[in-house]
């Protein structure tokens, strides 16, 4: 047994993909064990295996706890002093600002720190700023209005680490600022009385994987214990619950697409139990406006929720997804729920535009062979507030590294990448920015920003495919479909769903287990709704699960389903419980397909 053996015998899939078992054998015999010592099922043990869980950390595993994963705090740089300075305004009641992105992590950011401040007397002033006009980070003009508006201190969240002038205006007008952040760092850092960013380079707390909302969480924590040995809290006033703010940080991890790993998967799964008591206002109208059946799932928040809170930054008013969050009456908070998600209905309409001229270009620049290691696509009329979304489908689509750039009419261009596993756009990006290719740029591993003139759309094009080839190459050449399983339509309920679900919550990281169902007749097959493709898929012994293929109209998965009707397939895919009309079905969300060989042997 190789360590790339193919599973089900698949070489070329419906998507030309191999499929190739999860385990190579030293996992397998892991697998194995975990079955065995902790008494659990097959499937279960090689999905845990798969996810290289050792056999003394399964129990961990599968109940991942802030207590148990989240270190001290003070091991991030910078920490002691952040925490320090926070507490002295809340302590002296100081006029206290908050400077956040206009994405879902730094809307969360700004809504969890302003949660807390509020619990501890504060009603902070919360800054976002316009994602066209303004851009990302701290500007000047900001910084000044803060400072005249009263704000002594600025706490930056999931912005700030490379923004060098505006902070030096802060510091110009007297204005203390604390950065929290995660995007990498240069070799400078801003003027500030502290920078929490595990991404600094003399930071050696090795969380760079959390998302800013997870340092901002880790920031409440050592001041709420800095209060707490200054003697902030009596028992006229009592510390607030902090585990209760974890639903912010959830949504923020996952709609991040930070790898769910350690300490991120705890806050996600404990965030994800605050979600589903429903007990603040803001969170619970966005969920009930995204029609959102049964308690929340990880991939709710980066498919439903996230959309809507960023919907308000990328075409609407910047500051929407926070209101929503710190709202309290359920009145104003349907209000504004009921806007982001008019304005993401109308995100998704331009979307849908532009990456129709997204993807033509890119084809025409690849040719039939899909040549280049990235794709790089920029017109003008297109809206910066989307850029991202369209190099993410991109990304999807061709399988490599892909930016989007809106062109403005003096000849500049804002844009996006978003890059697959393996491939560091973050870095390629800080270095085109010193190389002189862009006007600035920066990001992590799996998305960046990028803003530059026209004219250096060509040698940037040439600068990524020469920086990221090898890398590019080596990634696509691992990226075969890996398998954790194989069942057939028989077992497929909601025990088996129930079962899978244990090893969540799934994403970045930590993907969703994809279980084949080996040879299994396609009964039914049609286009339905968005470009989806509904598909009936029945085992030999008359067993059926309803299944479906996901945006495939139109691609190569779709025209396979539809040209395979009652034929044997192997499929794969992921199981999920879908809720409808209050019923729940199990739902089986296809991801490629191949011819089955009766006569084969499985694998």
Not at 44 to 65: M, S, Y
Not at 89 to 94: D, I, K, N, Q, Y
Not at 254 to 271: E, I, M, Q, T
Request: aromatic letters at 4%; glycine letters at 10%; one cysteine or more.
């Amino acid at each position: 047994m190789s360590a790339n053996r193919l599973f089900l015998g698949v070489e070329n899939s419906a998507t030309g993909r191999a499929w190739r078992d999860r385990l190579d054998e030293r996992a397998a015999a892991r697998a194995l064990a975990i079955a065995q010592r902790h008494d659990l099922p097959e499937l279960l043990a090689r999905i845990l295996a798969g996810r290289n869980v050792e056999l003394d950390t399964v129990e961990t595993f599968l109940d991942p706890t802030i207590k148990r994963t989240m270190p001290d705090p003070h091991v991030l740089a910078g920490m002691k002093q952040a925490a320090a300075r926070i507490a002295a305004a809340v302590m002296r009641g100081e006029r206290t600002a908050i400077f956040g992105d206009y994405d879902v992590d730094g809307a969360t950011s700004a809504a969890l720190l302003a949660r807390f401040l509020r619990q501890c007397g504060l009603d902070p002033l919360i800054y976002i700023p316009d994602r066209l006009f303004e851009g990302y980070g701290p500007n000047g003009e900001a910084v000044r209005s803060l400072a005249e508006r009263g704000a002594t201190l600025i706490v930056t969240v999931d912005c700030g680490t490379t923004s060098i002038e505006p902070l030096a205006e802060a510091q110009k007008r007297g204005v203390d600022v604390v950065v929290i952040d995660h995007h990498l760092a240069d070799e400078q850092l801003p003027p500030a009385v502290a920078i929490v960013n595990p991404n600094r380079r003399d930071d050696l707390s090795g969380l760079g994987h959390l998302a800013a909302v997870g340092l901002v969480f880790m920031t409440v924590v050592a001041v709420n214990r800095t209060l707490r040995e200054r003697g902030f809290w009596t028992a006229a006033r009592s510390e607030p619950d902090l585990l209760a703010l974890l639903d912010d940080v959830a949504l923020g991890t996952v709609a991040d697409v930070v790898p769910l790993v350690g300490l991120n998967r705890a806050f996600v799964a404990k965030g994800l139990i605050a979600l589903r008591r429903r007990e603040r206002a803001g969170h619970t109208s966005l969920m009930d406006v995204a029609r959102l059946n049964g308690p929340p799932e990880a991939w709710h928040l980066g498919f439903l929720l996230g959309p809507r809170i960023n919907a308000g930054g990328r075409i609407g008013r910047a500051d929407l997804g926070v209101r929503l969050l710190i709202e309290d009456d359920p009145t104003e908070a349907a209000k504004i729920a009921a806007e982001l998600d008019r304005l993401n209905r109308e995100r998704q309409t331009i979307e849908i535009e532009t990456v129709a001229q997204a993807e033509a270009e890119a084809m025409a620049a690849l040719g039939l062979e899909e040549r280049g290691a990235v794709v790089v696509t920029a017109a003008e009329g297109w809206h910066p507030g989307i850029v991202g979304l369209v190099a993410a489908r991109l990304k999807e689509k061709f399988g490599r590294p892909a930016f989007a750039i809106a062109l403005e009419p003096g000849g500049v261009g804002t844009g996006s990448g978003r890059s697959i596993v393996g491939v560091d756009i973050g870095r390629a990006v800080r270095r085109a920015v010193t190389d002189g290719l862009l006007i600035k740029g920066g990001g992590h591993a799996m998305a960046a920003g990028v803003t530059l003139r026209k004219d250096m759309l060509a040698p940037l094009r040439g600068y990524l495919e020469s920086t990221l080839a090898a890398d590019v190459e080596t990634a696509r050449r691992a990226s075969g479909l890996l398998i954790d399983g194989a069942v057939s339509a028989a077992a497929a309920n909601a025990e088996l769903v129930a079962l899978i679900g244990r090893a969540g919550p799934f994403g970045s990281g930590n993907p969703e287990p994809l279980i084949a169902l080996p040879a299994h007749t396609i009964a039914f097959a049609e286009e339905v709704g968005q470009a989806h493709i509904r598909v009936r898929l029945k085992s030999g012994d008359g067993s059926a699960v309803n299944a479906i293929a996901f945006r495939a109209a139109g691609q190569k998965l779709g025209a396979a389903l539809l040209q395979n009707r009652s034929r044997q397939v192997h499929a794969a895919g992921t199981f999920a419980l879908d809720r409808w009309n209050g019923e729940e079905r199990v739902q089986f969300k296809l991801a490629d397909i191949a011819p089955a060989d009766p006569f084969g042997a499985p694998h």
